[in-house]
């Protein structure tokens, strides 16, 4: 089980800060890298939404209605405060099966739900960050900037444990997210697209959604980052 860092006090979120909710597909992965990040910010509040029924886009898509769209939801979106939703995904077989697009048109329609607000500026509201082929090639690019070779990666059944074994001792979640400035330039540098619209392979939109997370915390990520070495 990833065990979550104890180095600094988290800071209660202020009435005034904004959420950022992260529908997942990982129960441990995702959920502990992003974990890193709660608390960093009195402006944020950062809720992690693992999965409950399945982990492809349309389930995770269902989980975003119940818990965010309908009477019974547990949780409230304040787009004056510009809330954010994100479903970090893979491309994995979701793509082939054709689940990916229901999904990013399903956060388009939301998103121009709000757009007809005369009092709120309109904004994306509701986003899907997708990565090829997994989340751990995120994970890759905060200590690499040029992405695997496929030869590279096929020794190995998963990119999953290639990236294990290419970051010595495995990736640390307690403080190797600190290096979140190095991962969205090195990201951002080795991101092309396929024909379809989907990332190419080795490529990840994390940054994408990363960068908002930086933008509440960098203060504090670079202080860890001195204090870590």
Not at 57 to 64: D, I
Not at 82 to 97: L, P, R
Not at 149 to 167: F, G, L, M, Q
Request: charged share 30%.
């Amino acid at each position: 089980m990833i065990q979550r860092r104890k180095d600094y006090s988290k800071k209660a979120p202020s009435k005034e800060a904004s959420k950022i909710y992260i529908v997942c597909e990982g129960k441990e992965t995702e959920k502990g890298y992003f974990e890193f990040f709660e608390g960093l910010s009195s402006n944020l509040k950062l809720i992690i939404i693992p999965p409950e029924d399945g982990t492809d886009p349309l389930k995770l898509m269902a989980l975003a209605k119940k818990l965010l769209l309908s009477e019974t939801g547990r949780f409230t979106l304040d787009f004056r405060q510009h809330d954010q939703v994100w479903f970090a995904i893979d491309t994995d077989t979701w793509e082939k099966e054709g689940k990916i697009q229901p999904l990013r048109d399903f956060c388009a329609a939301q998103n121009a739900i709000i757009e007809k607000y005369d009092e709120i500026k309109p904004y994306n509201a509701w986003n899907v960050t997708q990565s090829n082929p997994a989340f751990e090639i995120w994970l890759y690019y905060h200590f690499y900037d040029a992405p695997p070779s496929v030869e590279d990666t096929e020794e190995y059944p998963s990119i999953k444990a290639y990236v294990h074994n290419k970051i010595e001792g495995g990736f640390n979640y307690q403080k190797d997210p600190v290096r979140i400035k190095d991962a969205i330039e090195n990201s951002e540098k080795n991101f092309t697209r396929q024909e379809n619209g989907n990332p190419s392979l080795f490529s990840t939109e994390q940054h994408i959604l990363c960068r908002e997370i930086l933008g509440f915390v960098s203060a504090e990520i670079s202080k860890l980052r001195n204090k870590m070495g």
